[in-house]
Nanobody
């Protein structure tokens, strides 16, 4: 599976962005998908994940209620809708795919995209 993330940019605090992740490969629909992020000087952290069917999702506490992950297996796409953004959300966002059950653990995900930068100004 190859992944290409897009949709990052500069947004003011309180604004919204929608990240997209395009996947290639016939096994996409069998993979759990996740979004992670990494800020300068920090470890890469879990943001959200969705099961292979799209029927189950989990979120980091820091984004719960503000971010929504979804997927469209017919289009091989995963999305992260981000609302009520604040400067602490500034990071490079990565999409990831893994054959196991969806989770917040980095070890679940074998395939990683190149990342897209989100900058939230105050």
């Amino acid at each position: 599976v190859q992944l290409q993330a897009s949709g990052g940019g500069l947004v003011q605090a309180g604004g919204s962005l929608r990240l997209s992740c395009a996947a290639s490969g016939r096994t996409f629909s069998n993979n759990a998908m996740g979004w992670f992020r990494q800020s300068p000087g920090k470890e890469r952290e879990f943001v959200a994940a969705v099961s292979w069917s799209g029927g189950s999702t989990i979120y980091a506490d820091s984004v719960k209620g503000r971010f929504t992950i979804s997927r469209d297996n017919a289009k091989n796409m995963v999305y992260l809708q981000m609302n009520s953004l604040n400067p602490e959300d500034t990071a490079v966002y990565y999409c990831a795919a893994g054959a196991g059950a969806y989770s917040g653990s980095r070890s679940t995900y074998r395939y990683w995209g190149q990342g897209t930068l989100v900058t939230v100004s105050s």
